[in-house]
């Protein structure tokens, strides 16, 4: 022992600066909780955001408040809305300050005229709601405008711990048309040489492991090795690292007045000194408690809205979280105009974001959401480990707990508790262990039995692996609901953003040409799923074109059509809307094989001029191949165009 220990990594928290960031953040925070719930906002509003604020600040939290309140206003300026993800819709302060749509009040009543508040409505025992989208329209007894409907009833302490003891880690979901935008905005925010990708290291995996080890073998001409030893060889190089790479959206922040060698040597990934990226040497776990670290995720959702906003001028955050026609959709697909099909089931929830996979459409089956604060449930339970199968759904199928009951997420675990009478931090502990797939800590099965929890919902928490945080699944939810909304009331909208943005394996050779032709190729992939041997069930690009080919089946059976594809009017990636002909009419990039940058150079080729023959086309476009020509010949692209300009005079 020459040596002590050394740490490589400096203690504490190293925050970096934003100007007058805590003064920023109390101005925001009080500046909407006035416009929302008045000069004198309720006592709740007023505990909730100074405790609140008294941990951020205590701990200089306030920076990455502000850092990304500013990626997210600066999204919006941009026309794309953000999708929170994780625990920080657990946060008032980071609804007050624009960070988030989920307002984590409980559920609550608030006048948009008088600003009256009312949160006791919903805490009537004989029926108390889990969220304010599901209660009933009223009107302000003071002014007599009708209430806005608002609060989640999500505990702040999921995001931030008692006491601040927890760094909080803001996720935001960008669209994946933004997201680097957002990215160079940090460097803006906090200067170039501050801000870095995080690292990831990939490891040697088992199976690569023995490979390596088959390979050793054969070249020492050790034939006769039993497998144990090449395991046990295997198990040696097992967890080394074998590469470097980025994290999808994750920036490293380094204060203003350190450099990022004081944390960490930094790298291109992969070993490639061409690449213009920097990523940090060491993964970022190792410096989580050390250094702020931004998540700026691309997602599908907010680009979804964002067309759909622009197809139908309709404004996304305006649409009532309670419209019954779209609630209707998670039960029957009576209002899409047929029912209870045999291809696509009882629901409507067909290509809806977090609802369309057949797992979750088993799961709406068995539970027949009509409350918006069920569908968070089921979010919960569909993200869950060890949550739904074996365990919730045979409690809510068997009649033993209601859906409203059983455990969703993380949050219902310590919402419970409490509401049994158990001290906050205990509760909290119980919690902590169970999301985590401890199950539950020393003690705690006796206290829970002494408070009268029920026999069931102890035998669930102990087979519990991992459960969400609610706030991540209201954000979730409100987003599909909204794309719902959609589904219901502007259904060519919804569906051209869908096979713009979502549909994987679009092909317009089976999904274009009519009703038969698309359930043809279901047929035959889907006969391909009993097959005795793996090379002859469906590949995944098969199993991708499946689901593509629903949401066809489903477009086609609400009585639409696709137009043909189109020279002069097709876009390059996006299906375009004729309304009056209930039509879509597809991309060029819908033809397989037919990528980006073919369709972009027919785009820009044709601007500004006729093509009065399919040879004076193909000389212009020259990224097409004949390949590309005979598809787009036999998509009907061309129309009536002749082959070739040559006309005979005679």
């Known amino acids: 022992g020459w040596c002590d220990n050394v740490r490589p990594l400096p203690d504490g928290l190293f925050a970096p600066k ?20 008045g000069d004198e906002p309720p006592q709740i509003v007023v505990d909730r955001i100074n405790a609140e604020l008294k941990d951020i600040i205590g701990c200089q939290y306030d920076v990455i408040y502000m850092s990304a309140q500013k990626l997210v206003q600066n999204s919006l300026e941009h026309g794309y809305l953000v999708g929170s993800r994780g625990s920080v819709g657990s946060s008032l302060v980071a609804f007050m300050s624009g960070i988030t749509e989920v307002n984590s009040l409980p559920a609550h ?79 803006e925010l906090f200067g170039k040489n501050h801000v870095f990708r995080a690292g990831t290291i990939g490891t040697v995996a088992e199976k690569t492991a023995i490979g390596y080890v088959r390979k050793y073998l054969e070249q020492v001409g050790r034939q006769d090795v039993p497998f144990a030893e090449v395991l046990r060889l295997a198990k040696g190089c097992e967890g080394v690292k074998r590469t470097t790479g980025q994290h999808p959206g994750g920036m490293v922040v380094i204060p203003q007045d350190k450099e990022i060698y004081d944390f960490c040597p930094v790298q291109h990934p992969a070993d490639d000194p061409d690449s213009d990226i920097i990523t940090t040497h060491f993964e970022y776990h190792s410096m989580e408690s050390n250094l702020l670290k931004l998540d700026m995720l691309g997602h599908d959702d907010p680009t979804m809205i964002r067309m759909l906003e622009d197809l139908t001028g309709v404004n996304a955050r305006e649409i009532p979280l309670d419209d019954p026609d779209t609630m209707s959709l998670f039960t029957t697909s009576e209002k899409l105009g047929f029912e209870d099909d045999p291809v696509l089931g009882p629901t409507g929830a067909v290509a809806i974001p977090e609802f369309g996979t057949s797992f979750v459409r088993g799961m709406l ?25 074996g365990n919730a759904k045979d409690l809510i199928t068997s009649g033993t707990a209601k859906v ?66 609610k706030a991540h699944a209201v954000a979730y939810v409100m987003m599909a609901f909204r ?55 469906p590949s995944a690009v098969e199993e991708d074109m499946l689901t593509t080919l629903e949401v066809c089946y489903e477009f086609y059976l609400r009585g639409f059509r696709f137009a043909r594809m189109d020279i002069c009017r097709s876009e390059s990636t996006r299906f375009l809307v004729d309304e009056e002909k209930g039509a879509l009419i597809p991309p060029f990039t819908s033809i397989a094989g037919l990528g980006e940058t073919v369709g972009d ?50």
């Open 18 to 37: 934003l100007e007058n960031s805590d003064g920023e953040l109390k101005d925001l925070v009080w500046g909407k909780a006035h416009r929302l719930y």
């Open 109 to 187: 009543y608030r006048c948009p005229n008088c600003k009256h508040a009312d949160f006791d409505y919903a805490q009537d025992p004989a029926h108390p709601y889990g969220c304010g989208a599901d209660m009933p329209d009223r009107k302000c007894p003071v002014c007599g405008a009708d209430y806005e409907k608002d609060g989640f009833n999500i505990p702040f302490e999921t995001f931030l711990g008692f006491g601040g003891d927890k760094v909080p880690d803001i996720d935001l979901n960008f669209s994946g048309e933004y997201q680097s935008n957002a990215h160079k905005y940090t460097f």
């Open 365 to 389: 089956e068995d539970t027949h959401p009509n409350q918006f604060d069920i569908l968070v449930r089921l979010s919960g339970f569909s993200h869950g480990t060890d949550v739904w199968l």
């Open 404 to 469: 409203n009951e059983a455990i969703g997420c993380r949050d219902d675990i310590m919402i419970f508790l409490i509401s049994k009478g158990f001290k906050d931090t205990r509760a909290f502990k119980i919690m902590e262990a169970v999301r985590k797939g401890r199950g539950l800590p020393e003690g705690a099965e006796d206290e829970m039995k002494e408070h009268g929890v029920p026999e069931w919902y102890i035998e669930s928490c102990k087979k519990i692996a991992y459960l969400f945080p």
């Open 483 to 537: 794309i719902a909304w959609f589904k219901v009331h502007r259904p060519l909208a919804f569906y051209a953003a869908y096979f713009s943005i979502r549909a994987k394996a679009f092909d317009e050779k089976y999904m274009c040409r009519g009703m038969e032709v698309a359930k043809r190729k279901m047929a035959e992939i889907n006969a391909k799923k009993n097959a005795k041997e793996k090379k002859d069930r």
């Open 601 to 650: 150079d027919i785009v820009e080729k044709r601007q500004g001029r006729d093509f009065l023959s399919i040879e004076e086309f193909a000389l212009a476009c020259t990224k097409v191949s004949s390949t590309h020509l005979e598809q787009l010949k036999e998509a009907g692209a061309f129309g009536d165009l002749p082959d070739s300009s040559q006309f005979s005079l005679f």
